[in-house]
């Protein structure tokens, strides 16, 4: 396996991490089994980063990655390095009312992802959301002291822009930034990237198959579940489906002549972007975990870039990543 290093005080990971969340939820029905089946090949296939939220499923992922490891072989259960996200606050009918970053909450937080996840540490701990009433400086504080005592290795951070990147990097060292990046979602290029560059904080970049859409297995006449997210998803809706699908059937062409998949190049387009990025794939599935590992043997020249950028432009996409009431909580879009 492959392995990248996130920004220059955070921890040496594999080069492709897991994301969990569809295990638990926003996707549509879910097979435990499958799940856990998955998270096996992931580590005996030598990914070490696990990431997750307490809030995907209200612990169920964490409980998940919990039995997925007490399962596991030893050698690769010690290896694991799991990254949790905290701070969104749900109903019991599976809503979301907002985000909490006040300093006690951050440790109570912290207090039940540790039991439900069986370890004495989390490697990487972040806020899902900027709290809006809470300076960013005292929900990193909050992090800062949870490392002091033990409880956490590295702060991360989510979805932030610029200048809160650099706020937060004032208070503490700061491992990465997990922020959605693919070719549908290059907003980070114009400033944040290179501000944690400068910051040298790493970047781990979840959504890059845009949650399905340019994975080259979504279809036109596809139904989702009512408990799929993507229904509400602005880039799944109408013309706007039409028009993203008409970017994968560019993408398609250019990776049928390297003979890979359409998955594979687009996996292999954010591995591509720097050393400094860790692109984070959410299979749910072994034949799906099988082929975005792929992308790791694919190697992009000059030419490929160039045809792939000609495909999919920059700002190419149609409608947002994030319904509009999801987009107002985006520290980075704003």
């Known amino acids: ?120 540490h989390i490697d990487i701990y972040r806020i899902a959301r900027v709290d809006p009433d809470v300076p960013i400086e005292e929900t990193v504080g909050a992090i800062a002291e949870l490392v002091e005592a033990g409880h956490v290795r590295h702060i991360g951070l989510s979805e932030v822009g610029a200048e809160t990147l650099r706020r937060a990097a004032a208070v503490a060292p700061i491992s990465d930034l997990q922020i959605e990046y693919s070719l549908l979602s290059r907003g980070i290029e114009e400033a944040i990237l290179p501000t944690a560059r400068e910051l040298g904080i790493g970047v781990t970049a979840y959504g890059v198959l845009s949650r399905g859409l340019i994975s080259g297995h979504f279809s036109r006449d596809r139904k989702l579940a009512a408990n799929d997210f993507r229904g509400m998803s602005p880039r799944f809706q109408g013309e706007n489906l039409d028009r993203n699908l008409d970017l994968v059937d560019a993408l398609r062409k250019i990776a049928e002549q390297k003979g890979i998949s359409v998955a594979q190049t687009a996996i292999a387009w954010v591995l591509s972007r720097g050393e400094d990025i860790v692109p984070l794939v959410g299979a749910r599935r072994r034949d799906r975990l099988t082929e975005a590992l792929g992308a790791l043997d694919v190697t992009l020249d000059s030419d490929d870039l160039s045809a792939i950028e000609h495909a999919v432009p920059p700002g190419a996409a149609a409608g947002d990543r994030y319904p509009a009431n999801q987009m107002a909580h985006l520290d980075s879009e704003r």
Not at 53 to 80: C, Q, S, V, W
Not at 84 to 113: C, H
């Open 1 to 120: 396996m492959q392995t990248r290093t996130l920004g220059t005080t955070g921890p040496q990971t594999s080069a492709l991490g897991l994301g969990c969340m569809g295990m638990s939820a926003l996707y549509g029905d879910t097979d435990r089994s499958e799940s856990i089946a998955t998270l096996h090949a992931a580590l005996d296939a030598g990914v070490t980063l696990l990431d997750t939220g307490d809030f995907y499923g209200m612990g169920h992922n964490e409980l998940l990655i919990n039995e997925a490891l007490r399962t596991a072989p030893a050698a690769a259960r010690e290896k694991a390095q799991i990254s949790v996200k905290f701070g969104a606050l749900r109903t019991v009918e599976g809503g979301f009312t907002g985000y909490d970053g006040r300093p006690n909450a951050v440790k109570n937080f912290a207090a039940y992802s540790l039991q439900r996840l069986g370890t004495d």
